[in-house]
């Protein structure tokens, strides 16, 4: 029982499915508490969360049919419709028909949408950025190596 080559056979392995997991909970819970957090600050924007993430598709990843942004959003398109009909009605979106086949409508964000998405942003940066302001170098530095870890993660999201 205290044979050295048998322990080292039983020890997990660094990186192991276990570890993994456990990784992955305290992860999935850090990355909810603090999207709240900064979610608190798109009250400022007065558009709505659902409206705003959709913006957000629209902004920043280019214009969209309405299934697709849809898609994007992970919700039907029955309800998609009536986000982008809110989103219309202030002024944000706008509906204009493809060139190539006048069957589709791509939406887009208006100047006034892109803008409202950018000051939305700039405030949800400046209050995370705020909050960090109590880490050391070396934590900014581990937290900067862990962002580039998550990017690596979300790049490979189709594999």
């Known amino acids: 029982m205290n044979d050295p080559a048998r322990k080292k ?43 705003l993430s959709a913006l957000s598709v629209l902004v920043f990843g280019g214009g969209r049919t309405l299934g697709e942004l849809a898609a994007a959003e992970q919700v039907k398109p029955p309800t998609m419709t009536r986000i982008v009909a809110g989103l219309e009605a202030e002024g944000l979106v706008a509906r204009q028909t493809d060139e190539k086949d006048t069957r589709v409508v791509r939406l887009s964000a208006t100047r006034k949408g892109a803008r409202l998405m950018y000051e939305a942003r700039k405030r ?15 934590e900014l530095g581990i937290l ?13 999201r189709g594999d």
């Open 144 to 156: 900067l190596r862990a962002v580039e870890a998550i990017e690596r993660i979300v790049e490979r």
């Open 9 to 51: 056979r039983t020890r997990r392995p660094r990186g192991g499915a276990d570890e993994r997991r456990a990784v992955a909970d305290r992860l999935h819970s850090a990355a909810i508490h603090l999207l709240r957090w900064v979610r608190q600050q798109d009250r400022e924007a007065g558009v709505g969360p659902a409206r």
């Open 124 to 138: 949800r940066i400046h209050y995370l950025a705020e909050r960090l302001r109590g880490l050391s170098a070396k």
